[in-house]
């Protein structure tokens, strides 16, 4: 098959941009052809997996209209944006109307009055609507059960056609070891680190981290990302910046801490654990399906300070991330991009064959006299 990607827009370190990369790799490695359809600003260089579309796209609405009076020349479009049209949509950003649901209990009330005067969450929501329409859509791909619940909480969409395949990694980076990162970073051997990883701080929950973080003695809470440090302040806190050697960081830090408010399934998680990092998350991270509490990491509510800053000193002082490592490793390892490569194929292969069978039954159906 000749498959479309569409997503509109690039980020450097967005998480849709790199799952977007590996997935098309591996799908061309199963012998199928991959297309982006996308917009002016995606390099060029950034796209290595076939032919690029580029259509207009300043706002969400204006990019799924061009999408509407494009000819791709695709068998079947695999949207990871809200683009109504496209045979089968990822929703790796999950549940927009869920989102603002949950971020109400943490935003003040002015920002909920204010929220709307923002046209673009009015855009995302009618777009998510006409998505989630199984007159427009032919089957989803949630990457969590979390996911798969809000969408047919909110939509009346088929429950057989909305498929939950988790994400997956390629093989884990080579690292060095512990002692060897500890001196690159400049960390002290008896120091507990816990790592916080990624951009959108507030979402994802830096502020709780950090006031954990500063209830333990002998830690350091390491930030490793993209944004404005001189907005957060604590006492057991180091922010790094963006960082390229993730593999030395992730071999330097004891355990990876992500209390988020909303994520559909952090592949941060997925990457520390295959690094053997254990994880603290909340249950607003679809990640948190897959873990055994006490075993791979532990879970707690967004927000809970006092929960996250016990089960931190919890695994610091009883040592057991060392011991966690191969049960982390182990996790990982079932979930191969691979394996989701396969997954997500028969999905797009499902929706392709009952386009074809739904043909063959409309041309039985043509008049005699024009079959002649």
């Not at 490695?29 to 390099?43: M, R, S, V, Y």
């Not at 798969?148 to 057989?160: G, K, V, W, Y």
């Amino acid at each position: 098959m000749k498959i479309g990607f569409v997503r509109r827009g690039h980020s450097a370190t967005g998480g849709a941009e790199a799952y977007l990369l590996r997935a098309a790799a591996t799908l061309r490695e199963l012998g199928q052809q991959t297309n982006l359809i996308t917009t002016a600003d995606w390099p060029s260089e950034r796209w290595p997996s076939g032919e690029i579309l580029r259509l207009s796209g300043k706002s969400p609405e204006e990019f799924a209209s061009a999408f509407r009076k494009s000819r791709t020349g695709c068998d079947v479009h695999f949207s990871l944006e809200r683009v109504p049209g496209c045979e089968v949509f990822r929703a790796g950003d999950g549940v927009h109307a869920a989102w603002l649901r949950r971020r109400d209990a943490f935003d003040p009330a002015w920002k909920r009055l204010t929220r709307w005067i923002n046209r673009k969450h009015a855009q995302i929501l009618q777009l998510e609507r006409e998505v989630f329409d199984p007159a427009n859509t032919k089957a989803i791909i949630a990457n969590s059960k979390m996911v798969r619940e809000e969408i047919l909480a909110r939509f009346s969409f088929p429950q057989d056609r909305v498929h939950v395949i988790y994400n997956g990694i390629t093989a884990p980076l080579i690292a060095p070891s512990r002692c060897e990162a500890r001196r690159i970073w400049n960390i002290n051997e008896k120091t507990f680190c816990p790592l916080f990883l990624g951009t959108g701080w507030e979402r994802k929950g830096l502020a709780t981290a950090i006031r954990a973080s500063d209830c333990l003695e002998e830690t350091t809470l390491l930030v490793a990302g993209r944004g404005v440090a001189d907005m957060y302040r604590g006492t057991n806190v180091r922010f790094l910046g963006p960082v390229k050697d993730i593999a030395s960081l992730f071999a330097a830090s004891d355990i990876l801490v992500l209390p988020t408010w909303y994520d559909p399934f952090s592949n941060a998680c997925l990457e520390a654990l295959a690094a053997g990092l254990p994880v603290i998350t909340t249950d607003a991270n679809g990640f948190s399906e897959i873990l055994e509490r006490g075993i791979h990491g532990d879970i707690i509510s967004p927000g809970d300070v006092r929960a996250l800053a016990e089960l931190l000193e919890s695994w610091r002082v009883s040592g057991r991330c060392a011991g966690a490592r191969e049960a982390c490793i182990r996790l990982a390892s079932e979930f191969s991009m691979e394996k989701n490569a396969r997954e997500t194929l028969a999905v797009l292969q499902s929706v392709c064959a009952a386009r074809s069978d739904a043909g063959i039954v409309a041309n039985s159906n043509t008049p005699d006299s024009i079959n002649q």
